[in-house]
């Protein structure tokens, strides 16, 4: 068998070859780098956003809030979190939870928010204002506070409106 002999050409396509691989992995981590800054000023500029969008709605709604103003400002937020992509999961699960709230707060005719519920739910925007790329696990235990709240007063309205419908000395 012949051997064959290194010619000049074949080492300098050899280096053009290793220097070509070099290069490629260079701009793979650089293309990495630009991903990383991107994704940061993305949940940076996100979380911004969200702050600003709850002091906000705090600026107008000091005291007490319509049911229609809240829904609209957890899908505002719920729509700055899909711009979040992977790092506004959470808050999507949250606001999801709070969404569902709402829709129960409507479904039983409830047209204002104000006093004790208004604090419970100024404390859950609170909570998301403060960090909202964190995990939600106190702003849904609020929640389920409010819900068996919520469960109660309805309760204590059934049983007032069927006292409602009987006659004092027990006739229907």
């Known amino acids: 068998m012949e ?5 000049p050409e074949q080492g300098e396509q050899a280096l053009l070859e290793k220097l070509d691989s070099r290069i490629r992995q260079m701009c793979v981590k650089v ?3 630009i991903e990383i800054g991107q994704q940061i000023e993305r949940r940076r500029t996100g979380k911004r956003a969200i702050q600003r969008i709850i002091g906000d709605y705090f600026v107008t709604h000091r005291n007490a ?3 229609v103003d809240l ?3 957890l899908e505002r937020l719920n729509r700055e979190a899909r711009m979040l992509g992977v790092d506004g999961e959470d808050l999507k699960r949250t606001l999801a939870i709070q969404l569902d709230c709402v829709a129960g707060l409507r479904a039983a005719n409830q047209v204002e928010i104000g006093g004790d519920e208004w604090k419970r739910w100024r404390e859950r925007l609170e909570l998301i204002r403060q960090n909202p790329l964190v995990t939600r696990e106190a702003v849904t235990a609020k929640t389920s506070d ?5 469960k109660k007063r309805d309760k ?11 006659l004092p000395d027990g006739d229907v």
Do not use: F
């Open 31 to 33: 293309r990495k780098i």
């Open 71 to 73: 829904e609209i400002l």
């Open 156 to 166: 204590s309205e059934l049983e007032d409106e069927q006292g409602k419908d009987v």
């Open 146 to 150: 409010t819900s068996s709240a919520a």
């Open 3 to 7: 051997k064959l002999k290194d010619t």
């Open 65 to 67: 809030t319509k049911v």
